[in-house]
C-alpha cells in the first residue's frame, strides 16, 4: 500500500512542481501584490518547486550506486531540508510585512525575530549534520535513513511554524478573517503533516502539503488584492465623482458670478450726470467693492479647480509661442495698483537678455509670478518688495530662467517653511487674521513648477521678510535681446464706458438660458449699437437662424435640452461660414482647441470680460459692418487732464494717473474728485461721530468707504491710511484706532484745501455734453413734480426728474433738482414739496 502511494507521489511530486513554476509566473505578473509580499510569494514558490523537484530526485535515485547517483542522493536531501527552512522563512517575511501594513503594528511581535535566529540555527544543524549523520545517513546501498536527530531537524521547521501561529493567533483581531483562516492553514497543515510523515516514513506529506498551502495562499492574496482593487476603483470613482463635482459647482457660481460682475460692470457705466453727487459716489464705491470682492471669488473658485485638477492629474501643460516681456507687462500692471494702494514700493529689475520670443506654458508662470507678488503684496506691510528676473543659463535653443520676488514683509518661521507649499496651510493666522486667503496659491504654484520641470523655494527671515525662487526652463524660438523692460501703465476704461466699435448694421443672436444673464450679456453689448436678439434655448436659436439672417452668434455651452455643442453642430450642417462663439462657464485647459473642434469660431468664459467680448466680436464680425471707435484709437486723449487742470498733478499724495485710471478717464476723474470734495465735510463728520461713540463697527463701515473712494480719486496714503483703520476696526483695536485718527482725519480735511479749486467746477463737469432745458419746460416739469409729490407717487415723480436730467441746467436749478432728488431718494415729500415752492 505504501509502495503503491509513494509510487503516484512521485508523479505528484513532478505535477506539484510544475504547478509551482506556473505559479510563479503569475505571481510575478500580478500586479496588485504589493512589491514585499510578492518576493515573499514568489521565493516560497521557487524554494517549494526545487524542494520538490529535490525530493523527486532523492525517491528516483534512492539506492543508485553511480556515482551520479550518490551525489544526487545526497544533494537532493539536503536541499529538501534546506528549503523547508528557507519556506518558513519567506513565510515568516510575508507575515512580518502583514503585521506591519495591514495589522498597522508599529513593533513586530519579538516571536518574528525568533523564527528568524532559529531559522539561522536550523542551517547550521543542518550543515553540521552532513558531516556528522546528525539527521539522517546513507548506507552502503545508497539509501537513506534516519538517525535518531531527525526529531532536532524537526524542532526548527516545528518550533518557526508554532511561533508564527501564536502571531497569527494574537494578531486575529487587527488583521481580516480572510488573511486569517489562509494563514492557520498554511502554518496548522503543513504542521501535521510533518507529524503523519514521522510515523509515515517514506512519505512526503509534509513537501506536498506546503506546496498546497502556497497555492491557497497565492489565492488568497489574490482574493484579497482584487478586494483592494475594487476599493481602489470605487475611491477613483468617487475621487472622479468629487472633481466632476467640482467642476460643476464652478459652473454654477460662475454663472451668478457673470451676473454680478456684469451688472456691477453697467452700474460703473451708469452716466452720473444729474444724479445726485453723494448717491453718485456712494454707487460708485459700493460697485467698486462688489467688483473686488467678485473678483476674489473667481480667484477662490479657480484656485479649487486647480487643486482638483492637479489631484486627479488631469492638469496637463499648454505651450505655446510667447513674447515674455507681453506676459510681464500685463503681470507687473496688475500688482502695481495694489501695491500703489498699500503704499509700498515695487522694484522690477530684469536682464536686458532675456529671450524675446520663447516656447512654454506662460500662463502657468504667469500665475506662479503672479501668486508670489500677491503674496508679497499681501504680507508687507511696509517697506516693500521686488521682482528680479535672471537668465541663468543659456544651452542650445533652451535657457533656464530664474525668478525672485524679494520682500520686506512679516516673514516666515523657519519651522513653518518645510509645510509652506502645502494645501491649505496659512501661518500666523492670529496676525493675518485681515488678510485674505485660503493656503492653496503657493501648493498650486509648486505643483505647476513641478509640472513644467522647474523649482520652486523660499528662504525667510521671521519679521525681516522673505525671498522666493522660482526656477524654469523654456524653449528659446527668438535668442534677440528683449532690451530694457520699460513699465507700461496699462489704460483701463471704467466710468463713462466707450466701446471699442460701432456696429449698426450687425445682427446678432444670444443664446444663453439663464434670463439674467442674457440681460447682461446684451446690455454690455448696448453701446456697441448692434442690433441683438436674444433667446434662451438652442431649439429656438435654430429656429431664428431659419427666419433671419444673423451676423454671428453668441452661444452657451451648457442649455437644457439641447446644448450648445449639439446646436452648433446643427448650424454647421447648413452654414460653415457664420461665426459663432461658445460662452462658457466651465473653466479649462485647452478650451480653445476644444470648441473650435466642435464647430464654434472662439470662446468666451464667463465672467464676461466686457473687453475680450468686443476684441473678439470685432474680429469676427465682417469688417464692412464695424466702425472702429476713433475715441478708443486715440484713447490717451482722455488720460490727461486739460490745461487748467494740470495743477492736480502737483497735489501731493494725489496721483493723478492712477485715479484716470481707476475712474477710466479724465472727465470722470475730475467728476469723481468734485464729488469726493463735496462729501468730505459730510462723512468725516460721520466717522468722527462713530469714533466718538466708540463704535467700531460703524467706523470700520464709514473709512471703508473712504478707503474705496481715496483710490478712487488716487488719494492713495489716504486709502491706506484708512484701510488700516478698517482692519483695527474691524479686530476691535481701539488703541491703533485711537493713536491714528488724528492723522487720518487731518489727512482727509486737508483734501477740502488741496481740491478748493476745484469748486468753481462744480455743477459743469459732464454737463457740456447736454442741451440746455427750455425755461417753459423746467416750469411744466417743476409742476408735473408738485402734483406727484402731492399724490406721493413716486415712480412719476422719478420719471420727471429722469426726464429734467436729460438736459443741462442752470448751476442754481440743477442744484435744486439735486436737492428733490435727494428727498425724493428718503420720500421726504414734504421737502420736495418745500424745494419747489423755494423761488
Ligand atoms: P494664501 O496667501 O492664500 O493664504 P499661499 O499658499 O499663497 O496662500 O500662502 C500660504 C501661507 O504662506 C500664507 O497664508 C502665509 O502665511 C505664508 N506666506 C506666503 N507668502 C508669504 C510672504 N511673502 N511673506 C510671509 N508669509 C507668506
Not at 1 to 15: F, W
Not at 479 to 504: D, L, M, N, W
Not at 702 to 718: C, D, F, N, P, Q
Not at 769 to 794: F, H, T, V
Amino acid at each position: 500500500m505504501i509502495e503503491a502511494l509513494k509510487q503516484i507521489q512521485l508523479s505528484v511530486l513532478l505535477y506539484l512542481s510544475g504547478s509551482c513554476g506556473v505559479l510563479i509566473v503569475l505571481s510575478l505578473f500580478t500586479g496588485t501584490l504589493s512589491p514585499r509580499r510578492k518576493q515573499a510569494l514568489v521565493s516560497m514558490e521557487t524554494e517549494a518547486m526545487f524542494l520538490l523537484l529535490a525530493d523527486y530526485f532523492a525517491y528516483i535515485y534512492r539506492g543508485d550506486m553511480s556515482v551520479t547517483g550518490y551525489y544526487v542522493v545526497r544533494i537532493s536531501n539536503f536541499l529538501v531540508y534546506l528549503l523547508s527552512l528557507f519556506i518558513t522563512h519567506a513565510f515568516n517575511l510575508y507575515l512580518m510585512d502583514l503585521c506591519r501594513n495591514e495589522g498597522k503594528l508599529d513593533r513586530l511581535p519579538k516571536r518574528l525575530i525568533v523564527c528568524e535566529v532559529l531559522f539561522l540555527s536550523g542551517i547550521i544543524m543542518l550543515v553540521i549534520s552532513q558531516f556528522t549523520g546528525l539527521y539522517y545517513y546513507f548506507d552502503e546501498f545508497n539509501k537513506y535513513h534516519r538517525a535518531p536527530g531527525i526529531l532536532l531537524n524537526y524542532f526548527f521547521p516545528l518550533t518557526m511554524t508554532l511561533l508564527l501561529i501564536t502571531v497569527i493567533f494574537d494578531c486575529r483581531k487587527v488583521l481580516e478573517k480572510r488573511v486569517i483562516i489562509p494563514l492557520f492553514l498554511f502554518s496548522i497543515l503543513p504542521y501535521m503533516a510533518t507529524i503523519l510523515q514521522m510515523f509515515l516514513y517514506g512519505l512526503s506529506l509534509t513537501n506536498i502539503t506546503i506546496v498546497g498551502v502556497i497555492v491557497l495562499l497565492y489565492l488568497f492574496e489574490i482574493r484579497n488584492m482584487s478586494l483592494i482593487q475594487k476599493a481602489r476603483l470605487a475611491a477613483e470613482q468617487a475621487s472622479n465623482a468629487k472633481s466632476r463635482f467640482l467642476a460643476n459647482i464652478s459652473h454654477e457660481i460662475r454663472t451668478p458670478i457673470n451676473t454680478i460682475m456684469g451688472s456691477t460692470e453697467l452700474l460703473l457705466r451708469e452716466d452720473p450726470a444729474g444724479v445726485p453727487k453723494g448717491y453718485f459716489l456712494s454707487i460708485m464705491n459700493h460697485s467698486f467693492d462688489i467688483m473686488g470682492a467678485s473678483e476674489n471669488l473667481l480667484e477662490l473658485i479657480n484656485d479649487i479647480l486647480d487643486i482638483s485638477k492637479i489631484e486627479s492629474g488631469k492638469m496637463h501643460l499648454v505651450q505655446q509661442e510667447y513674447e515674455p516681456f507681453d506676459k510681464l507687462h500685463s503681470t507687473v500692471s496688475l500688482i502695481r495698483g495694489r501695491s500703489n494702494q498699500k503704499g509700498l514700493s515695487f522694484d522690477i529689475e530684469v536682464d536686458e537678455d532675456i529671450p524675446s520670443k520663447l516656447y512654454g506654458d506662460s500662463g502657468k508662470i504667469k500665475q506662479v509670478i503672479l501668486n508670489l507678488l500677491t503674496n508679497a503684496v499681501k504680507y508687507t506691510e511696509k517697506g516693500g518688495f521686488s521682482l528680479k528676473i535672471k537668465v541663468l543659463e543659456t544651452n542650445g535653443d533652451k535657457c533656464r530662467l530664474q525668478f525672485q520676488v524679494k520682500d520686506t514683509g512679516i516673514g516666515i518661521k523657519q519651522e513653518n517653511i518645510g509645510n509652506l507649499f502645502n494645501a491649505f496651510e496659512r501661518f500666523d493666522e492670529s496676525r493675518n487674521s485681515s488678510i485674505q486667503g485660503t493656503g492653496l496659491g503657493l501648493d498650486i504654484s509648486m505643483q505647476f513648477a513641478l509640472l513644467m520641470g522647474g523649482k520652486l523655494w523660499c528662504e525667510s527671515v521671521y519679521g525681516e521678510g522673505s525671498v522666493f525662487y522660482f526656477e524654469v526652463e523654456q524653449k528659446i524660438i527668438d535668442g534677440a535681446p528683449s532690451g530694457e523692460f520699460v513699465e507700461k501703465t496699462e489704460f483701463e476704461f471704467r466710468g463713462p464706458y466707450i466701446p471699442q466699435f460701432t456696429a449698426p448694421e450687425a445682427n446678432i443672436l444670444i443664446v444663453d438660458d439663464n434670463p439674467v444673464n442674457l440681460s447682461v450679456e446684451k446690455n454690455l453689448l448696448k453701446d456697441t449699437k448692434m442690433q441683438i436678439v436674444t433667446c434662451s434655448s438652442g431649439e429656438e436659436c435654430l429656429n431664428l437662424l431659419d427666419k433671419m439672417k444673423f451676423d454671428l452668434v453668441l452661444l452657451d455651452h451648457m442649455m437644457p435640452g439641447m446644448d450648445g455643442i449639439e446646436t452648433v453642430g446643427v448650424i454647421r450642417e447648413k452654414n460653415k461660414e457664420l461665426p459663432v462663439i461658445a460662452l462658457t462657464a466651465n473653466y479649462f485647459d485647452g478650451a480653445e482647441q476644444f470648441y473650435k473642434s466642435k464647430g464654434f469660431d472662439g470662446f468666451l468664459t464667463k465672467p464676461i470680460d466686457i473687453k475680450e467680448m468686443e476684441k473678439l466680436l470685432l474680429d469676427k464680425l465682417d469688417k464692412e459692418l464695424v466702425t472702429i471707435n476713433t475715441f478708443m484709437e486715440n484713447a490717451p486723449m482722455d488720460t490727461e487732464l486739460a490745461p487748467d487742470l494740470k495743477w492736480l498733478y502737483e497735489i501731493d499724495d494725489l496721483s493723478v494717473p492712477a485715479g484716470i485710471k481707476a475712474c477710466g478717464g479724465a472727465k470722470i476723474y475730475i467728476f469723481s474728485l468734485l464729488l469726493f470734495l463735496d462729501t468730505i465735510d459730510e462723512n468725516a463728520k460721520a466717522i468722527g461721530s462713530a469714533y466718538e461713540a466708540k463704535d467700531l463697527h460703524l467706523m470700520a463701515v464709514k473709512v471703508h468707504a473712504l478707503k474705496t473712494s481715496s483710490r478712487i480719486i488716487g488719494a492713495e496714503r489716504l486709502a491706506a491710511i484708512a484701510g488700516k483703520m478698517e482692519a483695527a476696526g474691524k479686530n476691535n483695536d481701539l488703541n491703533y484706532i485711537t493713536a491714528h485718527y488724528d492723522e487720518l482725519i487731518e489727512k482727509y480735511l486737508s483734501f477740502k484745501n488741496k481740491l478748493a479749486p476745484l469748486s468753481a467746477l462744480s455743477g459743469e463737469i459732464g454737463e457740456d455734453i447736454k442741451e440746455p432745458m427750455p425755461e417753459e419746460e423746467l416750469k411744466d416739469a417743476y409742476a408735473a413734480l408738485s402734483e406727484y409729490a402731492g399724490s406721493m407717487d413716486y415712480e412719476s415723480a422719478q420719471m420727471a426728474l429722469d426726464e429734467i436730467g436729460k438736459y443741462r441746467l442752470p448751476p442754481k436749478e440743477q442744484d435744486k433738482v439735486s436737492s428733490i432728488a435727494k428727498a425724493l431718494k428718503n420720500l421726504d415729500w414734504d421737502k420736495v414739496k418745500e424745494i419747489l415752492n423755494e423761488k
